[in-house]
C-alpha cells in the first residue's frame, strides 16, 4: 500500500469535489461539512463521472441518473444494488493524502 500526495492542504470551511488521480485510479476528493473523503470517481451504474456530482444527506449524488453513495462507506442507497470504493485519505499541513493499495495487495487479502 501507499499514500499519494494528491492536493496542497484544503481550506475545510468549503465544500469541494475535485477529481485527482492516485496509484493508477481516478478518485473524488471531497470536503463536505468540514470532513475530507476520497471515493471512486467511476460510477458503477453506467460509468459517469462522480466528481460532477454534489454532495446531499451524506451521500455523493451521480450527475447522471442521482444515484448516491454514502460518503463514509461508499455503498449505494437501498435498491441499487451497488457501491463505489472508499479510500483512506489524510488531511496534512503539508497537503493531502490518499491510500491507494496495489492489485497484488488486493490478491493477497483474499487469501489469507
Ligand atoms: S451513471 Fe451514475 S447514476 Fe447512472
Not at 471515493?39 to 462522480?50: F, K, T
Not at 470504493?85 to 489469507?112: A, C, H
Request: proline letters at 4%; aromatic letters at 12%; glycine letters at 10%.
Amino acid at each position: 500500500m501507499a499514500w499519494y500526495k494528491v492536493a496542497d492542504g484544503l481550506d475545510l470551511s468549503e465544500s469541494v469535489i475535485k477529481k485527482v488521480h492516485a496509484g493508477g485510479k481516478t478518485i473524488c476528493l471531497i470536503v463536505h461539512e468540514k470532513n475530507v473523503y476520497a471515493l471512486s470517481a467511476w460510477c458503477p451504474h453506467a460509468g459517469a463521472d462522480l466528481s460532477g456530482g454534489w454532495c446531499q444527506d451524506e451521500k455523493l449524488v451521480c450527475p447522471y441518473h442521482r444515484y448516491s453513495y454514502d460518503l463514509q462507506t461508499g455503498r449505494g442507497a437501498p435498491g441499487q444494488n451497488d457501491y463505489v470504493t472508499v479510500y483512506p485519505v489524510r488531511n496534512e499541513p503539508d497537503g493531502v493524502y490518499i491510500e491507494v493499495k496495489s492489485w497484488l495487495e488486493g490478491v493477497k487479502r483474499i487469501f489469507k
